[in-house]
C-alpha cells in the first residue's frame, strides 16, 4: 500500500525517529561526494496553490540529487479543484509521476488529492498544517542538540499551520512543548486533542500560555512565525496590532537559557516577528533550518518513493 505524508500525526514516534537518523545519513552522504541516485527515473510533481521559495527548491533539488526528477505547475495551470475536480486532477497525474507534492489552501484538498491519487502524496503546507516542516525542524533540533526528548521547545506567535505540526513532532518524540501568543489565535482545538495524545505515550509535557516570559523561561528553543500566513492577508492590519508583545526580540531571548537557539520557518518578517539583531545573532538556527529543509525531505522522499 502507497504511504502519504499529511500529517506528522500519521507517523510513529519509532518512523519518525527512523526517518531522522535516514535524513542525518543521506545529509552526511550529500556533503561528503553527493547521494546515490536512489529515486533514478523516479518524477515528483509539485503543485502550488500559493507562493514559495523553500519547499519548491529544496523539493526539487532533492529529487535531482537522488538521480529523480521534478517539476512545478502552478495555480494558473492546475486549477486545483477549480479547472477539473481534486479526484479527476489525481487519477490523471499518477498515470505519469511516482509522486505528488502539493501546497494548498484548505487542508482537505491535499486529503482528498492523496485518497484518490494512485501515487505516494505529500503535503506541502495547508491552512492546517505543514509537516515537512515540522520534520525540517525536528531534524534541526535533532541535529544540534542530539536528541528532542526532554528539550524544551516554545512556539511565541500565532497557533498556525507551523505551529501545529512543530507540536506534533515535539509532543511524538517526547519533547516539552509551550506556546503562547494572543487570546483568539491559540492552536486548534483538534490538533491540542490530539497532541495530548502522543504527549501521554512519550512523557512529554504540553503548556499553553499567554505569556511569552513565562514561555521562554527554561527554553532551549525558541521558535516563531509570520503573524499573518498566506490566505489571512485580509486580517494583516489586526494581526499587526495584536501581535507586537509577542515579538522574538533580544531581551526575550535573553530571559531563555543562555543556549537557547532561535527557529523560524521563514520567510521571515523583520521588525515585526522577529528582529534582525535575533535573526541574523548568535542563537539565530535560520539560515541551517532552512537547508535542513532539502536534507529532511530527501529521508521522506526516500521512504515514500524509494521504499527505503
Ligand atoms: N518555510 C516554507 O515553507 O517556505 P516557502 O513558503 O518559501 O516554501
Ligand atoms: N504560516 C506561514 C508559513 C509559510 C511557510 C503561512 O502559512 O503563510
Known sequence: MKRDFIAIADYTPAELQEMLELALLLKQEWKTGGNKPILKGKALALIFQKPSLRTRVSFEMAMVHLGGYAFYLSPQEIGLGKRESIADVARVISGYVDGVMARVFDHEHVVELARWADVPVIN????????????????????????????????????????????????????????????????????????????????????FLHDPHEAVHDADVIYTDTWVSMGEEAEAEKRKRVFPPYQVNAALVAEAKPE??????????????????????PHSLLFRQAHNRMHAQKAILARLLGGL
Open 260 to 281: 537557547v537557539v532561535v527557529m523560524h520557518c521563514l520567510p521571515a518578517h523583520r521588525g515585526e516577528e522577529i528582529t534582525d539583531e535575533v535573526a541574523d545573532g
Open 124 to 207: 506541502g503546507l495547508s491552512d492546517y498544517n505543514h509537516p515537512a516542516q515540522g520534520f525540517t525542524d525536528a531534524f534541526t533540533i535533532f541535529e544540534h542538540f542530539g536528541r528532542v526528548k526532554g528539550l524544551n521547545v516554545t512556539f511565541i506567535g500565532d497557533g498556525n499551520n507551523v505551529a501545529v505540526s512543530l507540536l506534533h513532532i515535539v509532543a511524538k518524540l517526547g519533547g516539552n512543548f509551550t506556546w503562547a501568543g494572543p487570546e483568539g489565535y491559540e492552536i486548534p482545538e483538534k490538533a491540542i486533542a490530539e497532541a495530548q495524545a502522543f504527549a501521554a505515550a512519550s512523557g512529554s509535557t504540553l503548556r
